[in-house]
């Protein structure tokens, strides 16, 4: 018998800085995907998934949230496992890189790289962007800001430890040229190529020594390594790499097959690792997908703009294959994705409910009506049937064609043209007229027939893309659903994906949101700790006239008032006010605004600050009016 074909597909790990939205959920579903119809076709696959743990913004969260580093991410890590498998991720292996053997792994890696001279110890002096964990030169930045993430970037100034890319350069330009698969799709290829490698590599900093909350560089311990070498080498310590002594493991699986990544990682998954594996004498990987990301509407998603949406909520709510459907068939394979409640309930009910989840529970029914629930297989002979398969067989080609080449919108399209047109073929052969005709009986088994033989395929070719609905459609056993019978009986199948009403859902969905957003902001109201004066001469407080006020739609409670405290731009303020004042009663009135507080979204209006008022008992607030105080006055 032969040896199964081996397939090894990771995905990038995803940083425990925060709890992973919708956007970083696709990494895992699309890698899933893969994953399951490479199962399908025959391979012996591991997919291996994981959190990366360490690195100065770690730290600082840790820090602000008064726990240590490593309570800090065993929390965030486990929430990642949530998500993954609230959208029923089938991976056989989750790494943590504060992992005990990665972390030994990773300083054999470090000292073997120094040992060879491929790490070199000197100095940084640069620009340093804290969220994406990167340094850059003054050219490198984009109106002064990060070049990745667009936000500010710090000056920067310490002793490190370098790898030499500039050794490598050539070697990988080389790699790229007669591998031209090995970055997809082209265009990020192309941005690799003319970005950075022909303009000249500069030298990588793999350490640091301003933070702690990393892995201590073995032979010099005020330094621990910087986060893309401890972050990247994942892939070969997860399944057994050691410099000393290699797993079998290690030896069947690598090299990986496919790193499923994000477009802003590329270059370190095209450049930083790859030259990482030639220093250590490894095989690069055959290929890296860079993916697009998810925005919501046209914007990235950020917690501080109050836009992220949530897998494990989209799920708990829709379903787990609804949202694997929903990011399979709307995200194209080089430009970015859009998602919004308002474009997910649109697409679940056009596109699930009416087509697919229609065809399925109609056919049934009319099979259980017309015949008890059996039908008998006979030959094509009408065109209109033969006409139907060979449109089956194009889409069953089409979508294997898209499968091989990760082109999942196009593989999930394909699914749905062959519903549509089974639904089509059911209004073209009318079974209720064809019922009510004895002499039809035959014509009306056989239409039947021929929608549940299709109906059957359409749930094997759904199986990676919605594992759940497969398995309602067309059973356990896949080698028998594909067997043509003398005869089909469909199981009884629940109303797969009942029709959403959309205004109710939205009105759910709002509702849900402000009662988060009043949540958050009581548990840090009643969050709030002593301070010393040091922290209280840190508030600045200001007087201001508001000049504007309304309520806010869907928020009973809040008012947004639009503020003059002095500076050029006026300043939007949200407030809980609005069970004891009305807009006209504020309007003129002169204030005290805490003018330095951080930004927060709350039901769509972007709160700059706070104005003071008196919990005078639980029914009665009193805002403190300071009128006569000249806009902008400091309040000391």
Not at 168 to 191: A, C, G, T, V, W
Not at 375 to 390: G, H, Q, T
Not at 459 to 478: H, Q, R, S, V
Not at 557 to 571: A, C, E, F, H, I
Request: charged share 30%; net charge negative.
């Amino acid at each position: 018998m032969s040896k199964k074909p081996k397939f090894y597909i990771t995905t990038a790990i995803a940083y425990t800085s925060r709890k992973p939205h919708i956007g970083n959920a696709y990494d895992i579903v699309l890698a899933d995907m893969i994953a399951r119809y490479k199962k399908q076709m025959g391979f012996d696959v591991f997919l291996m998934t994981g959190s990366d743990e360490h690195g100065q913004k770690i730290e600082e969260y840790a820090k602000s949230a008064g726990i240590s580093p490593k309570e800090y991410v065993d929390k965030i890590s486990d929430q990642i496992k949530d998500v993954w498998n609230s959208l029923n991720t089938d991976y056989d292996k989750f790494i943590r890189t504060t992992d005990d053997y990665h972390e030994a792994v990773i300083q054999k890696i470090f000292k073997k790289l120094y040992d060879q001279g491929d790490i070199y110890k000197g100095y940084y002096e640069g620009k340093y962007c804290v969220p994406c964990e990167s340094f850059f030169t003054a050219s490198q930045l984009v109106d002064g800001k990060c070049p990745d993430c667009g936000r500010e970037v710090i000056d920067s100034k310490e002793e490190a430890y370098f790898l030499k890319l500039s050794k490598y350069q050539d070697k990988l330009l080389e790699y790229f040229e007669q591998n031209p698969d090995f970055i997809k799709p082209e265009s990020r290829k192309n941005e690799m190529i003319n970005n950075f490698l022909k303009p000249g590599l500069s030298d990588l900093c793999v350490s640091r020594t301003s933070f702690k909350w990393g892995i201590p560089v073995p032979f010099d311990e005020k330094h621990v390594v910087y986060v893309w070498l401890d972050a990247l080498s994942n892939y070969i310590t997860g399944i057994g790499y050691d410099p000393d002594n290699e797993s079998e493991q290690f030896k069947t699986l690598w090299p990986a097959d496919l790193h499923v990544i994000g477009k802003d990682i590329v270059r370190f998954h095209t450049i930083y690792w790859p030259i990482i594996l030639m220093a250590l004498g490894l095989p690069l990987p055959k290929q890296v997908l860079g993916h697009p990301w998810v925005l919501v509407g046209e914007d990235k998603m950020s917690k501080s703009k109050g836009n992220v949406i949530y897998a494990d909520e989209l799920a708990n709510r829709f379903g787990a294959d609804a949202v694997r459907y929903y990011l399979l068939s709307q995200m194209p394979f080089a430009n970015d994705g859009t998602i919004t409640y308002e474009s997910f309930i649109n697409v679940f009910n056009t596109d699930l409910a009416n087509t697919i989840g229609n065809l399925v529970s109609r056919t049934i029914a009319m099979t259980k009506k017309y015949f008890g629930g059996t039908v008998v297989k006979n030959e094509l002979s009408e065109n209109l049937d033969k006409e139907l398969f060979a449109f089956a067989e194009a889409q069953i080609e089409k979508y294997h064609k898209s499968m091989d080449a990760y082109l999942n919108a196009d593989a999930s399209n394909a699914v749905l043209e062959l519903a549509k047109r089974c639904n089509k073929y059911i209004d073209e052969t009318a079974p209720w007229a064809l019922a009510k005709d004895e002499s039809q009986k035959d014509r009306l088994n056989d239409v039947l027939y021929n929608l549940l033989d299709l109906i059957k395929i359409i749930g094997i070719l759904l199986k990676p893309i919605m594992p759940e609905t497969a398995k309602a459609i067309a059973g356990e056993n896949e080698d028998t659903a594909l067997r043509i019978a003398d005869s089909i009986t469909p199981d009884e199948i629940p109303t797969l994906f009942p029709r959403l009403d959309a205004q109710k859902v939205l009105e759910e969905i709002a509702a849900e949101q402000e009662a988060k957003a009043k949540t958050e902001e009581k548990e840090q109201i009643e969050g709030i700790a002593q301070i010393g004066i040091e922290d209280f001469m840190k508030v600045e407080l200001k007087a201001a006239k508001i000049t504007a006020c309304e309520p806010i739609p869907k928020a009973k409670k809040l008012l947004k008032l639009t503020l003059n405290d002095g500076s050029s731009t006026p300043r939007t303020v949200a407030s809980g006010i609005a069970k004891w004042y009305k807009p006209e009663d504020l309007i003129g009135h002169t204030v005290i605004v805490v003018s330095n507080l951080k930004p927060a979204k709350l039901c769509g209006v972007e709160s700059n600050g706070m104005i003071l008022a008196a919990d005078c008992s639980e029914d009665d607030v009193k805002v403190l009016f300071i009128d006569g105080v000249p806009e902008g006055s400091k309040i000391r």
